[in-house]
């Protein structure tokens, strides 16, 4: 629902909305006291649906009461999961800033991110994952997604680690889908093919990072989802000291160690990276980050109502790192903040929870475009706004009237597409897609000598194995025996029941 701001939830006033996720939407808010006391605090509330949905809510109350016993300074600090008028909500401690997966935007866009901040960076996100317990132990809790919108970064150049362990709330154990959820290119092999895993996934994650970070380009750079989960379940990448060949040499072998495509090969811990990384760190490079995080922040609304002159033109970007300029800053962004909500991204295609705008209008906005929010139940299927891709759902879609009439497409494994007209005119800010499941058939596999078989990117068992409960339709399967070292995908129709059982030679 649009609600203006700032508006009272519960005990807190929502002040500025920061952003939204794959779980919902946060808000900057304050917390209100007796004797004027007040504090900031960030509070994300989780979406309805997910809100309603008991095994999620257990999970996810389970992973919070974790996340709360962990305290770092490079870790976002996690208060509270509670609910308030059927709105489930987590309350963390506010950073005022931005994430590193605007800054990389920002680096892809052609500035570079000097070494030393790179460095600095990932010596934080080491320095809390190798943290310890109060017992002297290193404490074993999984993030398990481990990527650049999970890393904030605020204006005084402190690193933070936000939704520790929150994502496992929402994997298929949880909501019981067969969805394949996550940002895929930050995934550790391991968590891509379907097996176990553990804390050693989130180095696998960190390595990805630190690749990006130093060699200024993603490891596993596939153009389609499918592309990318090929190239991270096998590791499959340029080493790094040929990518950026003047890396100090203990740093390009810490990050190389950390992409170990089996778990054993990778270090027990992040300690090795932080302590590789410890002789390279600058004494400026916290103040750099921070100024560049001043320019990258948006400005709330609060800050904005001062100010009475909205319409100069944004400025070329200058190179990084520039000295804080937070009032010409201000000025600029007041054209964004006063429309409506929230400033369009551009999808990028192996990560499936970013919010998605249908039309480019990634500078500007006309005065009457209108927001709606697509809901699809269950969530994560690919939307279609007029023909173009409009990321996964839930999303939020800017409508421009000259665009009418609005057709969007929700496509999902295992369920029918459907096609809704949406009708902006008529108060309606949020439309939910019932998505009505397809039937389903059993196919035997086989294999001489034998494999792995893998659906969706998920390994189902070694053969003989009967998959169960496929969508009726044409569907892909992998079969994969490392022994061999042989990889065979193939199509396989499937009808409504029992079907013929398949037999795949390996050596053919
Ligand atoms: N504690 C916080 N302080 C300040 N800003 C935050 C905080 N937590 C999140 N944000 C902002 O809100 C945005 C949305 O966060 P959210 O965690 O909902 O989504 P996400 O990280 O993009 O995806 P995911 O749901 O997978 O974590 C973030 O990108 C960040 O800019
Ligand atoms: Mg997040």
Request: no cysteine; net charge negative.
């Amino acid at each position: 629902m649009h609600q203006t701001l700032p508006r009272e939830f519960g005990r807190f006033k929502l002040i500025d909305k920061l952003g939204m996720g794959g779980m919902g939407e946060v808000y900057l808010a304050k917390i209100i006291g007796p004797d004027r006391f007040e504090r900031e605090v960030a509070v994300k509330l989780i979406l309805s649906h997910l809100s309603r949905d008991g095994s999620f809510r257990e999970l996810f109350s389970q992973e919070a009461r974790l996340a709360a016993t962990l305290h770092h300074p490079n870790i976002v600090s996690v208060y509270e999961y509670g609910r308030i008028d059927d709105t489930d909500f987590l309350l963390m401690e506010y950073v005022n800033g931005t994430d590193l997966r605007t800054i990389i935007k920002r680096i892809e866009g052609g500035d570079q991110m000097p070494e030393e901040v790179a460095l600095m960076i990932l010596h934080r996100i080491a320095r809390a994952h190798s943290r310890k317990t109060a017992s002297g132990n290193y404490s074993g809790i999984i993030h398990q997604d481990l990527s650049p919108h999970n890393i904030l970064i605020s204006t005084a150049g402190e690193v933070k680690i936000a939704d520790f362990g929150i994502a496992r709330a929402l994997t298929d154990e949880a909501t019981g889908g067969t969805t394949f959820r996550g940002k895929a290119s930050y995934m550790s092999p391991e968590q891509v093919d379907g097996r176990e895993i553990d804390h050693r996934t989130d180095l696998f994650s960190l390595g990805t990072l630190a690749y990006q970070l130093l060699a200024g380009k993603h490891p596993f750079p596939g153009s389609t989802r499918e592309d990318t989960i090929r190239a991270v379940s096998k590791a499959e990448h340029i080493p790094l000291h040929e990518a950026r060949p003047h890396i100090q040499q203990a740093v390009s072998d810490a990050v190389e160690d950390l992409l170990a495509v089996l778990p054993d090969d990778r270090p027990e811990n992040a300690a090795a990276m932080a302590e590789a990384l410890e002789p390279h760190l600058d004494a400026t490079a916290e103040r750099r980050l921070g100024e560049f995080a001043s320019e990258e922040r948006k400005p709330s609304r609060r800050e904005l109502t001062s100010l009475t002159a909205p319409t100069l033109a944004r400025p070329a970007r200058t190179k990084f790192p520039l000295a804080a300029s937070g009032l010409i800053l201000l000025i600029v962004f007041t054209l964004f903040m006063l429309l409506p909500d929230r400033t369009p991204e551009k999808p990028d295609p192996a990560d499936s929870k970013m919010v998605a705008s249908a039309s480019d209008h990634s500078t500007s906005r006309a005065p009457n475009l209108s927001n709606m929010r697509i809901i699809t139940e269950p969530p994560g299927a690919n939307l279609m706004l007029n023909g173009k891709p409009a990321g996964k759902s839930p999303a939020e879609l800017t409508l421009d009237p000259a665009e009418e009439p609005f057709d969007v497409r929700a496509q999902l494994y295992g369920y029918k597409p459907a096609v809704n007209r949406l009708k902006p005119g008529s108060g309606e800010s949020e439309h939910i897609i019932q998505m009505i499941p397809l039937p389903v058939g059993s196919v035997p596999v086989n294999a001489v000598p034998w494999a792995r078989v893998y659906h969706n990117g998920k390994l189902i068992d070694t053969t003989p194995v009967v998959l169960e409960n496929l969508p009726v339709g044409e569907r892909e399967i992998t079969l994969r025996n490392e022994i061999l070292g042989i990889d065979k995908t193939l199509k396989i129709t499937v009808l409504e029941g029992k079907n013929e059982p398949v037999l795949v030679r390996m050596g053919d």
